[in-house]
């Protein structure tokens, strides 16, 4: 690929991390999803192929004409949500779910598995000295555990149920802690996500092939149910156990994106009046939430990086290990100024 130009509002950055995200792997092995084939997307205009990475930071290296909020040397992390400013959803703020929602690094215009990429100004956020590359490519994640928390309506004082301590479920986790609750039930087969959950603030983890989703909730929650049950694991019990789970009008949200239809009976939700919503992505506001967020607990989301790899290395080390070998990875990590031989696994 060429290196990418500036153009107007657009800001050059060098990137220093770049996380692969569950959606990448879903686009490799089961896609294509959401990136564009035939008809150009109608922010980006671009079809396949195109540049992946959506979870990045790094340093800019040259501003386009227009260019107001950052400067040449400034850290930032991008925000990957791209949106009309148009339509009736971003009159509302409601910019994730714009009628046109695109994503920088999935439906063209760039993305952050390369040396250099080019970001519209507007989806920056400049980062704090505490904030490393690394830990700024944990921001987009992140600020999707903020937006989850949001909408769920969960409050200090309430029990909330967790199903799944991958990257996502984990920043759920914080993302609740950040809120003040201080009841948070984790479900996770993998004890290495398990003990992560714990570490990052989770009262009570459990692993569903020994113990009881539902049993263990309720007396976490001293018989109650949770105010909220964040799925995502998205496994096959998983919704009918959030369900089960939550308390008289309680909140399910759907953080997690399905392979296949599943069975599920709604006539569950009558009995509780229990609302299923889905969550996706984040606004601005959740993002500089996150900023804030990661600056006082940047040592607990390093955490999170499993593994640092060079470009090079993308393909075997990253996708193809993520998807088709058996591992314990939370977060891999690209780094495309490192060398291939400086691939490593991080400590934790
Ligand atoms: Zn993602
Ligand atoms: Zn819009």
Same mark, same amino acid.
């Given at each position: 690929?060429?290196?990418?130009?500036?153009?107007?509002?657009?800001?050059?950055?060098?990137?220093?991390?770049?996380?692969?995200?569950?959606?990448?792997?879903?686009?490799?092995?089961?896609?294509?999803?959401?990136?564009?084939?035939?008809?150009?997307?109608?922010?980006?205009?671009?079809?396949?192929?195109?540049?992946?990475?959506?979870?990045?930071?790094?340093?800019?290296?040259?501003?386009?004409?227009?260019?107001?909020?950052?400067?040449?040397?400034?850290?930032?992390?991008?925000?990957?949500?791209?949106?009309?400013?148009?339509?009736?959803?971003?009159?509302?703020?409601?910019?994730?779910?714009?009628?046109?929602?695109?994503?920088?690094?999935?439906?063209?215009?760039?993305?952050?598995?390369?040396?250099?990429?080019?970001?519209?100004?507007?989806?920056?956020?400049?980062?704090?000295?505490?904030i490393s590359d690394e830990?700024?490519?944990?921001?987009?994640?992140?600020?999707?555990?903020?937006?989850?928390?949001?909408?769920s309506g969960a409050r200090?004082?309430?029990?909330?149920?967790?199903?799944?301590?991958?990257?996502?479920?984990?920043?759920?986790?914080?993302?609740?802690?950040?809120?003040?609750?201080?009841?948070?039930?984790?479900?996770?087969?993998?004890?290495?996500?398990?003990?992560?959950?714990a570490v990052f603030g989770?009262?009570?983890?459990?692993?569903?092939?020994?113990?009881?989703?539902?049993?263990?909730?309720?007396?976490?929650?001293?018989?109650?149910?949770?105010?909220?049950?964040?799925? %995502?694991? @998205? *496994?096959?019990?998983?919704?009918?156990?959030?369900?089960?789970? #939550? +308390?008289?009008? /309680?909140?399910?949200?759907? $953080?997690?994106?399905?392979?296949?239809?599943?069975?599920?009976?709604?006539?569950?939700?009558?009995?509780?009046?229990?609302?299923?919503?889905?969550?996706?992505?984040?606004?601005?506001?959740?993002?500089?939430?996150?900023? %804030?967020? @990661? *600056?006082?607990?940047?040592?607990?989301?390093?955490?999170?990086? #499993? +593994?640092?790899? /060079?470009?090079?290395?993308? $393909?075997?080390?990253?996708?193809?290990?993520?998807?088709?070998?058996?591992?314990?990875?939370?977060?891999?990590?690209?780094?495309?100024?490192?060398?291939?031989?400086?691939?490593?696994?991080?400590?934790?």
């Open positions: 690929m060429p290196e990418p130009g500036v153009r107007p509002g657009t800001v050059k950055i060098q990137v220093g991390a770049a996380g692969i995200c569950g959606s990448d792997i879903h686009e490799y092995v089961g896609g294509p999803i959401s990136v564009p084939m035939s008809s150009p997307h109608p922010l980006t205009g671009e079809t396949a192929p195109v540049v992946f990475g959506h979870e990045l930071a790094g340093t800019v290296t040259e501003i386009g004409p227009g260019v107001t909020r950052v400067d040449v040397g400034d850290r930032v992390a991008v925000n990957a949500a791209l949106s009309c400013g148009r339509c009736d959803s971003c009159a509302h703020g409601w910019t994730n779910v714009c009628r046109s929602i695109g994503f920088h690094g999935v439906t063209g215009g760039g993305g952050g598995f390369a040396a250099f990429d080019v970001v519209p100004e507007s989806n920056l956020h400049r980062l704090p000295d505490e830990v700024g490519a944990l921001l987009e994640p992140l600020a999707t555990g903020f937006h989850a928390v949001d909408l200090q004082g309430d029990g909330v149920l967790v199903l799944g301590a991958g990257p996502v479920g984990l920043m759920v986790v914080l993302a609740c802690v950040a809120a003040g609750i201080e009841n948070i039930v984790v479900v996770e087969p993998s004890a290495t996500r398990r003990s992560l959950a989770a009262t009570r983890c459990l692993d569903p092939r020994t113990e009881s989703v539902v049993d263990v909730t309720h007396n976490e929650t001293r018989g109650h149910g949770a105010a909220a049950a964040f799925d %995502a694991a @998205a *496994a096959p019990t998983s919704l009918a156990d959030a369900v089960a789970s #939550t +308390r008289p009008r /309680g909140t399910i949200v759907n $953080i997690a994106a399905w392979e296949k239809p599943t069975p599920f009976d709604p006539t569950t939700l009558l009995f509780r009046e229990t609302l299923l919503r889905g969550s996706l992505a984040y606004t601005v506001g959740d993002f500089d939430r996150g900023v %804030a967020f @990661a *600056a006082d607990h940047a040592a607990t989301l390093e955490r999170l990086i #499993t +593994r640092v790899i /060079g470009l090079d290395d993308v $393909i075997t080390e990253g996708f193809d290990r993520l998807a088709f070998e058996r591992h314990d990875d939370i977060k891999v990590l690209v780094r495309p100024g490192a060398a291939p031989s400086a691939a490593s696994t991080a400590a934790g």
